[in-house]
């Protein structure tokens, strides 16, 4: 079945700190990987996006993800967080070639941010 | 170019009776996307729309829900009859192509059934 697991709820990481958050996802086909972050009250940003190429994306906002196939795998990370980065960022993942009806979000991980 | 909009952003209802959602996406857009986002979830689909056509509906629940995308007009997510259980965020999504590469969000309708 297709899937995706962000296995971490809630992460709290330090201003300036750096951050890693999980994704792993099942998926029949080549898999169109995301992320986007959520903030209070709004809709879905999209920080980056990979479906061929060099594995390392580059986003806005300082972010970037690796596509790690072995590991089924798309991590998002970023060097030294700012409080702005507060929110709910979620992973999703469609098939290249398909509608965007098909694609299947995580849960989502909040990350908070200590002053 | 305005973004996707969607209204209002907070509704309230009593039980038993109906939801009108609305979204008019990015200027440009002809397919639009209904997803609902239940505490603690991630987004689940929901229906996909052209203009006067539902494209796939496999996320719509088989009662009470419908949605529509006129010629003219926002698109509308109607709720009928809503129980405490449709309490949820619905976003609505637009795009110019089928693909998810060119997706754009609204802030959503935080919808609270009484």
């Known amino acids: 079945a297709q899937s995706v697991t962000q296995p971490d709820i809630h992460i709290t990481v330090s201003e300036g700190a750096s951050l890693e958050l999980r994704c792993n996802y099942s998926?029949?086909?080549?898999?169109?990987l995301f992320w986007y972050v959520q903030s209070p009250g709004q809709g879905l940003q999209l920080l980056l996006k990979y479906f061929s190429g060099d594995t390392l994306v580059q986003g806005i906002k300082g972010f970037e993800a690796e596509f790690k196939r072995s590991q089924s795998s798309f991590n998002l990370r970023k060097p030294s967080v700012h409080w702005s980065d507060a929110a709910e960022y979620f992973c999703?993942?469609?098939?290249?070639?398909?509608?965007?009806?098909?694609?299947?979000f995580g849960s989502g991980t909040r990350l908070s941010i200590r002053p | 170019n305005a973004g996707v909009m969607q209204n209002p952003r907070h509704l309230v209802r009593r039980r038993g009776q109906e939801a009108r959602l609305r979204c008019s996406p990015m200027?440009?857009?002809?397919?639009v996307y209904w997803y609902r986002q239940l505490p603690e979830e991630g987004l689940k689909f929901m229906v996909y729309?052209?203009?006067?056509?539902?494209?796939?509906e496999s996320g719509m629940p088989k009662e009470r829900f419908s949605a529509e995308f006129p010629k003219e007009g926002p698109s509308i997510l109607r709720i009928q009859q809503v129980v405490r259980g449709d309490s949820a965020a619905y976003f609505c999504?637009?795009?110019?192509?089928?693909?998810?590469?060119?997706?754009?969000f609204g802030s959503g309708t935080q919808l609270s059934v009484l």
């Open positions: 998926y029949g086909a080549t898999p169109y």
């Open positions: 200027k440009g857009h002809s397919h």
């Open positions: 999504a637009s795009s110019p192509t089928p693909g998810p590469e060119k997706l754009f």
């Open positions: 729309l052209q203009k006067e056509n539902i494209i796939d």
């Open positions: 999703a993942v469609g098939a290249i070639g398909s509608s965007a009806s098909k694609i299947i």
